[in-house]
């Protein structure tokens, strides 16, 4: 009987796996229904053209992140990014401001106070791309079929509305799903573009373009920089933790050692994804509003041309804000000072290192040292795929930000399903262990 309990357990908790996998895929698909759907009063094909004119800005990455949602300017067309931007924002304040910070001390209820003013950011932001977006492609001939305050209006409702019901959907995908939610939507809408990159390819190596052997090349370049990736995310630094012996009874008991590990790199797709926005501004402004060569447009039209892909400028200035970006949200979101706090408070120290202060600048070292091998590993992942892109019309979504994020989202994801089926067999084990050792009392 304790057998059939066992099987039948195991059974129900695959199959509660089952379902969250299911979950995640129906909200993939609501997801990918809503970004077919346009906003009102526009020219779907006008819509399409502008974006093709437009290429090479910023507006490729958001295309890219919101699934190619904003290319054909649907409900969902701004994505998750507002969110995102939110959640770094707030991230920064609760390491700047202190009510912010007593809140996070404060635990889940402070925690869900700091996630009610993420949503109020989401919004705010929200609103005022809403209004950016709708006033540039009002500017643009043919887009918009009845211009006004009207269509102002609805786009920004509109479009703060699909925010806010990715952000909602994201929540339940987290909740009654598996993995992170946020990622697992930009991660599907990256995915989404994959089968039409793909065919690109191959219908450029039918026509002639790309030969058979380079098209051989570049699966085994992206296979090498996928493995690369992998090999650099699970790489870790671990600092060796010793705790102070304690007795019992008559007996003095050391603890085994344990391990502090560190992560290469600590700071994400984060540096990429602010540095490719903050480069590719001044491209998006130009095409935008205006194709003057006097005044602020002719400036913004003459430092454009510098930061095309592939351009010295450009290169240097996307390594230095890669290194930049790293190191800045590394300091924002790891404390070394906290984690020897709590080393100190368990009675854990680091063998050869005081507690307290040293054991803060040993710590403040090691992450500052991988966070430097990960900055330049950032640069290699996303250059490389770059000068691909430019020198081999290799499309875009082969590159580097687009792979390290769906690199990073799968791992992360068979990580928790690993995690999810190991606790099942845990739980298995200790209901045979303790039905065994109960009847063995007995007898």
Not at 1 to 28: C, H, P, W, Y
Not at 132 to 147: E, K, M, N, R
Not at 205 to 225: K, M, Y
Not at 382 to 390: D, K, T
Request: aromatic content about 10%.
């Amino acid at each position: 009987m304790a057998d059939n309990d066992g099987i039948t357990g195991s059974f129900s908790k695959l199959k509660e796996l089952r379902q969250r996998i299911f979950f995640v895929l129906g909200a993939f698909l609501v997801y990918r229904i809503g970004t077919h759907i346009p906003v009102p009063g526009v020219d779907p094909g006008a819509v399409a053209e502008m974006f093709r004119q437009t290429q090479g800005s910023i507006l490729d990455v958001l295309n890219m992140f919101s699934g190619g949602a904003l290319q054909r300017l649907s409900v969902m067309a701004l994505g998750v990014m507002p969110y995102i931007s939110a959640s770094i924002i707030m991230q920064m304040m609760t390491s700047i401001e202190p009510r912010l910070k007593q809140l996070k001390a404060e635990g889940e209820s402070g925690r869900r106070k700091i996630q009610q003013y993420t949503r109020y950011g989401t919004v705010i932001l929200a609103i005022f791309q809403g209004i950016g977006i709708s006033t540039a492609v009002q500017g643009q001939p043919g887009v918009v079929l009845t211009p006004g305050l009207g269509f102002t209006i609805t786009t920004v409702i509109t479009l703060v509305a699909g925010t806010m019901f990715l952000v909602w959907l994201g929540e339940q995908i987290t909740e009654r799903g598996i993995g992170n939610g946020m990622s697992l939507i930009i991660f599907a809408g990256i995915v989404a573009g994959l089968p039409a990159a793909v065919a690109g390819t191959l219908e450029l190596a039918r026509t002639g373009e790309f030969s058979p052997l380079f098209v051989i090349g570049l699966l085994i370049g992206v296979i090498g920089i996928t493995a690369f990736v992998v090999f650099v995310e699970r790489g870790q630094r671990r600092i060796t933790v010793n705790y102070a012996a304690r007795q019992q009874g008559r007996q003095m008991m050391q603890a085994p050692a344990s391990y502090f590990p560190l992560k290469m790199n600590m700071a994400g797709v984060i540096p990429p994804i602010f540095a490719s926005s903050i480069i590719l501004f001044p491209a998006s402004l130009v095409n935008f509003f205006g194709t003057s060569t006097e005044g602020v447009a002719g400036a913004l039209r003459s430092f454009s041309t510098l930061m095309q892909p592939g351009e010295p400028v450009y290169t240097l200035l996307y390594i230095g804000m890669i290194l930049f970006f790293a190191f800045f949200y590394t300091a924002l979101t790891f404390d070394p000072k906290d984690i020897a706090e709590n080393l100190k408070k368990s009675g854990a120290f680091v063998p050869g290192i005081r507690p307290g202060q040293q054991t803060a600048n040993y710590i403040d070292s090691v992450v500052s040292k991988l966070t430097l091998v990960g900055a330049f590993y950032l640069c290699i992942v996303c250059l490389l795929p770059e000068l691909m892109i430019v020198n081999w019309n290799v499309p875009f979504y082969f590159g580097g930000t687009s792979l390290l994020i769906i690199v990073v989202v799968l791992m992360d994801l068979m990580g928790q399903i690993q995690s999810h089926l190991m606790s099942q067999q845990y739980e298995g084990l200790m209901k045979k262990t303790n039905l065994t050792g109960g009847g063995s009392r007995r007898r």
